[in-house]
């Protein structure tokens, strides 16, 4: 097993990577810099699946002429942040900058993404755009912002509304509370697209099945930490305890989710376990 630290060199140095083939408009390093699928989290549009070289290649194509029009030169890291959630996954935050070719600033910008070690390389997973004034995992920058409060309340009346459904066994609530499609992230079988409450009910059952076969009996939540993303994306990180029915502890677990408001509700857009010994951004709670 890789440490914590021998982790995030390796995807310090692919994202360093990633960032000059992309001031070299390299595209064959852009579109192999990807897993396929791969998608990206958006508030206002849910999922976006790329399935192909050819899905990745159009946005590429698009992103690179918008970029051309406003005379766009380079991009520049200012700060990477990168948290292993297992062996082969990690989530790492940059803030970019981006110039114009006479070298004064065109935007900054944040992003998040979840990347998947496979065949020894990393590679992109999930991206998210973090939008100011939320700054998403890691180092809050400043004081908190009343929208970011507000944004936080409700994603947590949300998650802790689930596990309340879930402990109640609410098979209905429980498939309210994702959007569709959904995506389930592994190391082993990188995205996992439900598309359909039927394919999320499958899932429900299989978990089910296994906890209930162990004598679980009820689940806490032990520490929840909300990260919002923008006014209708947020990520959530929950230290989670299930018990067997003799209050006896079944097993702890952390888990990320990606929150989007869908409708004026908060839904579960994405969903990843991080596995020991990782513990993924931040050990005290903002």
């Known amino acids: ?9 390796a995807v310090q140095t692919f994202y360093r990577t990633y960032i000059d083939g992309f001031n070299r408009e390299d595209e064959d390093a852009f579109l192999h810099a990807f897993h396929y699928p791969n998608a990206f989290l958006s508030g206002e549009r849910g999922l976006i699946l790329h399935t192909t070289e050819t899905d990745q290649q159009r946005l590429y194509r698009q992103v690179m002429a918008d970029l ?20 082969d996954i990690a989530m790492l935050v940059a803030d970019v900058t981006r110039y114009k070719k006479d070298g004064t600033t065109l935007e900054q910008l944040c992003a998040c993404y979840l990347l998947r070690k496979g065949d020894g390389t990393w590679k992109i997973l999930l991206l998210t755009d973090i939008r100011p004034p939320f700054c998403g995992p890691g180092e809050l920058r400043g004081g908190e912002a009343p929208d970011v409060a507000l944004v936080r309340r409700e994603v947590e009346t949300f998650y802790r509304t689930f596990i309340d459904g879930f402990n109640r066994e609410d098979t209905d609530m429980y498939l309210r509370a994702f959007c569709y499609p959904n995506a389930l992230v592994s190391g082993t079988q990188g995205i996992t697209i ?42 959530i990180f929950a230290h989670l305890t299930r018990y067997k029915r003799d209050g006896a502890v079944l097993e702890k677990g952390r888990y990320w989710y990606t929150a989007r408001k869908d409708g004026g509700t908060w839904k579960i857009l994405a969903l990843a376990e991080i596995k020991p010994p990782f513990t993924g951004p931040g050990e005290t709670d903002r």
């Open 68 to 87: 051309h029009m406003r005379r766009w030169g380079r991009s520049s890291i200012d700060r990477l942040q990168v948290w292993p959630f297992a062996d």
């Open 194 to 235: 439900h598309i359909r409450e039927a394919d999320q009910q499958r899932f429900y059952q299989q978990v089910m099945a296994s906890i209930q076969g162990r004598g679980w009996d009820h689940t806490d939540v032990d520490r929840l930490q909300i990260w919002p993303c923008s006014e209708s994306l947020a990520m």
């Open 1 to 9: 097993m890789d440490d914590t630290a021998t982790i995030i060199r």
